[in-house]
């Protein structure tokens, strides 16, 4: 929704525009900050916004999850900000199902968002949030070696890509899910079998994806 052409004063917007509403249309969450950037022609920034949401924490805008392309979709989830290269990214699992290679389709990317490697999986601030979807990275991922608990992965130019029992075919590694995920193998670490929420080579082809936007 865009901005109002004009703002109304200061005294009508809290008669007349119920803070719900101006926040929505400016995309804020305090009053005194939305009639502010109504005055400047500006919309606030989604750190402005955030509050937490019903579906899990982490920063919302206009009631979803500003990094990905359904904001709504339920179980979409925030993994943190902060980043070493830049403090003001923000991390989001954008759940769905979708092929490694149409998964920059389930990130906002009308907003600048777009799908992440394992570095900003790594360096993550969010680690207390563990993922409730399966989720691909920006890299391609095989299966170096273990079991689930004490396996490992790298980038597929380090180890190969799993194969499915039904078909032959390449079922890439991602993030799992802790519980009900497509992977068979998980808990995996990268480039070390310290556990982390790395796996797959199961019969699912499908994953939502990581993605990062400001």
């Known amino acids: 929704m865009g901005l109002p052409s004009s703002c109304p004063g200061r005294s009508d917007v809290r008669l007349f525009l119920p ?57 979409n989830q925030y993994f943190g900000s902060g980043f070493t290269w830049d403090a003001s990214f923000h991390l989001f699992g954008c759940t769905g199902a979708v092929s490694y290679a149409s998964r920059e389709a389930l990130c906002a990317r009308d907003a600048g968002c777009f799908s992440c490697g394992v570095d900003w999986w790594l360096s993550r601030s969010g680690k207390a949030v563990v993922p409730s979807s399966d989720y691909w990275t920006n890299d391609a991922l095989g299966f170096a070696s273990g079991s689930s608990g004490t396996c490992s992965v790298d980038y597929e130019g380090n180890a190969p890509a799993c194969t499915r029992a039904s078909d032959g075919g390449l079922s890439p590694v991602r993030i799992c899910a802790r519980t009900g995920s497509g992977c068979e193998v998980n808990r995996c670490g990268f480039q070390s079998t310290t556990a982390d929420d790395f796996g797959g080579c199961g019969e699912v082809t499908t994953a939502g994806s990581l993605c990062a936007c400001e």
């Open 19 to 75: 803070l719900s509403i101006l926040a929505v249309l400016v995309g804020c969450h305090d009053f005194d900050e939305a009639f502010a950037r109504c005055l400047d022609g500006g919309r606030c920034s989604p750190q402005d916004a955030g509050v937490v949401d019903d579906a899990g924490p982490g920063l919302v805008h206009d009631g979803g999850f500003f990094g990905c392309a359904d904001p709504h979709r339920p179980g």
